[in-house]
């Protein structure tokens, strides 16, 4: 399996991000998310660069391979312009850069004062999205006049030898199948045997499927506790509250329902090595070929010593 680091965009600055990505390849993580927002989920994260500045930046301080995790190339930016940013990332990156799409969230993408639209109509118009942005990275003028999207006369000159491969997050039955489907590989945030599963029935068949999860490291887990729940209250909102809360104002009101235990849950606190195996077992026995693990706090780098010399030489 292979064991990479996820940037948080809504919790830290640029010039942070840049000394993480530097971090985990030196600790000997193989690969890296990064969030794509526009707002932070709530205020006491407190960040929210543009991703595709980030992005570019990385190219030059690692060699790491990206993964956007995920964007959302419906609403607040158009298909077109994610199918540009995704190409010159790609010639960044000289080919390690994988661009991950889903449906998104109300809290990112209303800020155009557009109706926040139902699942379906998402669904539909992610699909139309990806279709506008392969066709884009085949290098010829593009004219497309679907349901969602209009392009004219449009035409990708920066682009890599071999277009990106476009991942799809997934979580209810409907998304999954969108993303058996069209995707080239399968993107979560749940250790779920089931998902996994029915991606791979969907058409996914044996393509890379990465999963993440957030830890909050600290001299112990009763500190990492406290800082995750300080941090992100929000991992414990239920349902489908996350797609559509507008602001980082109504998250935090829904999380004054969240305990502390239900965000401890969602996280693996504190320093200890066998938690982290642990969690990372849980995602390869549901069938996941890559795991990504989030810190959540500021003592990123004793996360990085503890993978170095503790959980990467055990999985090797």
Same mark, same amino acid.
């Given at each position: 399996? %292979?064991?990479?680091?996820?940037?948080?965009?809504?919790?830290?600055?640029?010039?942070?991000?840049?000394?993480?990505?530097?971090?985990? /390849?030196?600790?000997?993580?193989?690969?890296?998310?990064?969030?794509?927002?526009?707002?932070?989920?709530?205020d006491a994260q407190g960040q929210s660069p543009f991703v595709w500045s980030t992005i570019g930046a +990385?190219?030059?301080?690692? @060699?790491?391979? &990206? #993964?956007?995790?995920? #964007?959302?190339?419906?609403?607040?930016?158009? !298909?077109?312009?994610?199918?540009?940013?995704?190409? #010159?990332?790609?010639?960044?990156?000289?080919?390690?850069?994988?661009?991950?799409?889903?449906?998104?969230?109300?809290?990112?993408?209303?800020?155009?004062?557009?109706?926040?639209?139902?699942?379906?109509?998402? +669904?539909?118009?992610?699909?139309?999205? &990806?279709?506008?942005?392969?066709?884009?990275?085949?290098?010829?003028? &593009?004219?497309?006049?679907? %349901?969602?999207?209009?392009?004219?006369?449009?035409?990708?000159?920066?682009?890599?030898?071999?277009?990106? !491969?476009?991942?799809?997050?997934?979580?209810?039955? %409907?998304?999954?199948? +969108?993303?058996?489907?069209?995707?080239?590989?399968?993107?979560?945030?749940?250790?779920?045997?089931?998902?996994?599963?029915?991606?791979? /029935?969907a058409g996914g068949g044996d393509k890379p499927c990465q999963g993440g999860f957030k830890a909050a490291?600290?001299?112990?887990?009763?500190?990492?506790? @406290?800082?995750?729940?300080?941090?992100? !209250?929000?991992?414990?909102?239920?349902?489908?509250?996350?797609? &559509?809360?507008?602001?980082?104002?109504?998250?935090?009101?829904?999380?004054? =329902?969240?305990?502390?235990?239900?965000?401890?849950?969602?996280?693996?606190?504190?320093?200890?090595?066998?938690?982290? =195996?642990?969690?990372?077992? @849980?995602?390869? %026995?549901?069938?996941?070929?890559?795991?990504?693990?989030?810190?959540?706090?500021?003592?990123?780098?004793?996360?990085?010593? =503890?993978?170095?010399?503790?959980?990467? !030489?055990? +999985?090797?």
């Open positions: 399996m %292979k064991i990479g680091y996820f940037l948080s965009s809504e919790e830290y600055t640029p010039a942070e991000l840049l000394a993480q990505a530097r971090g985990a /390849e030196q600790a000997g993580f193989e690969a890296l998310w990064i969030s794509d927002h526009y707002h932070p989920w709530v +990385l190219s030059q301080v690692c @060699r790491l391979p &990206v #993964t956007t995790a995920v #964007t959302c190339p419906t609403m607040r930016i158009h !298909p077109a312009v994610i199918a540009q940013a995704a190409a #010159t990332s790609a010639v960044l990156h000289e080919g390690r850069f994988v661009l991950g799409v889903g449906t998104g969230e109300a809290l990112n993408e209303h800020i155009f004062g557009d109706a926040w639209p139902q699942t379906d109509v998402r +669904l539909e118009m992610l699909e139309e999205a &990806v279709e506008v942005i392969r066709e884009l990275w085949r290098g010829e003028f &593009v004219n497309h006049h679907g %349901k969602h999207y209009t392009v004219e006369h449009a035409r990708i000159y920066t682009r890599p030898d071999t277009p990106p !491969p476009i991942y799809v997050s997934g979580f209810g039955p %409907k998304s999954i199948e +969108l993303a058996g489907r069209i995707g080239d590989g399968y993107v979560s945030t749940m250790p779920d045997a089931d998902m996994v599963r029915r991606f791979r /029935e490291y600290a001299d112990s887990a009763d500190e990492g506790a @406290r800082i995750a729940y300080e941090r992100w !209250p929000n991992a414990g909102v239920p349902g489908e509250l996350s797609q &559509v809360l507008p602001s980082p104002r109504h998250f935090e009101q829904a999380a004054e =329902l969240v305990s502390p235990e239900q965000v401890r849950e969602a996280f693996v606190c504190g320093r200890d090595a066998d938690a982290h =195996l642990e969690m990372i077992d @849980r995602y390869a %026995k549901a069938g996941f070929d890559e795991v990504y693990v989030a810190n959540t706090g500021p003592h990123w780098q004793g996360l990085f010593d =503890l993978y170095r010399h503790e959980v990467l !030489p055990r +999985l090797r």
